[in-house]
């Protein structure tokens, strides 16, 4: 797939995520120029501002997961990743359990676990928590995201994205976080896999060799 086509499905995925924080920024803006009523108003400026946070929040993970953040360095650090990934799950149903002791990492592998946690947050349709761990044992990764609830649901379109190479006729705005990880992966002689542990909870697992700093 040419690289103008895959920008277009993470436009698109972009596009579909943000228009609801910024329809209510537009809608609010709009209520607030003819709305009079001090207590109204001051539900107006409550809603722009949540909408308004909830908007900054999406960009920064966004930035992070599909875009170059970090500008031209090539390792990014945990605290940063650990905070857009808090921020992104702020206002949902699913927290975030963050098990990661290292202190930097790879921007592309940074990048991987981002996307893999966006998926198991965006599965836990009732809520839950998203458990991410990572290590490093010689030269290699090791991702491990776990979404915890009482219903999961993971659409086989994105399990095919995340274990395999897609035809490019076949990707969508959905797939495209799965195609991220994939070729993150697989670039980096690595793989996904998709399990369930002895509770029953998903497993998205990451083994991949540690990209040349």
Not at 71 to 77: H, I, K, R, S
Not at 151 to 170: N, P
Not at 188 to 195: F, H, K, L, Y
């Amino acid at each position: 797939m040419a690289n103008i086509d895959f920008a277009a499905l993470i436009c698109s995925r972009l596009c579909h995520d943000l228009v609801s924080p910024v329809g209510a920024l537009s809608n609010g803006v709009e209520i607030l120029s003819e709305e009079h009523d001090d207590h109204m108003r001051e539900q107006v400026l409550d809603l722009l501002q949540k909408s308004a946070k909830q908007t900054s929040n999406k960009l920064q993970f966004f930035r992070l997961a599909f875009g170059s953040g970090g500008a031209f360095a090539a390792e990014l650090d945990m605290g940063e990743a650990e905070k857009a990934l808090a921020n992104l799950l702020q206002d949902s149903k699913v927290t975030l359990d963050w098990r990661v002791r290292m202190t930097h990492a790879q921007k592309r592998v940074i990048k991987l676990l981002l996307n893999l946690a966006l998926i198991a947050s965006d599965g836990l349709i009732r809520g839950g928590t998203v458990l991410v761990e990572m290590s490093q044992p010689a030269d290699r990764f090791i991702v491990k995201i776990t979404a915890i609830g009482d219903r999961f649901i993971l659409a086989e379109e994105l399990k095919t994205a995340l274990t395999s190479k897609v035809a490019d006729d076949d990707l969508t705005p959905r797939t495209a976080p799965s195609h991220i990880a994939y070729e993150i992966a697989n670039t980096q002689d690595g793989a996904i896999t998709v399990t369930k542990d002895n509770d029953g909870n998903t497993v998205f697992a990451a083994d991949l060799l540690a990209p040349a700093v």
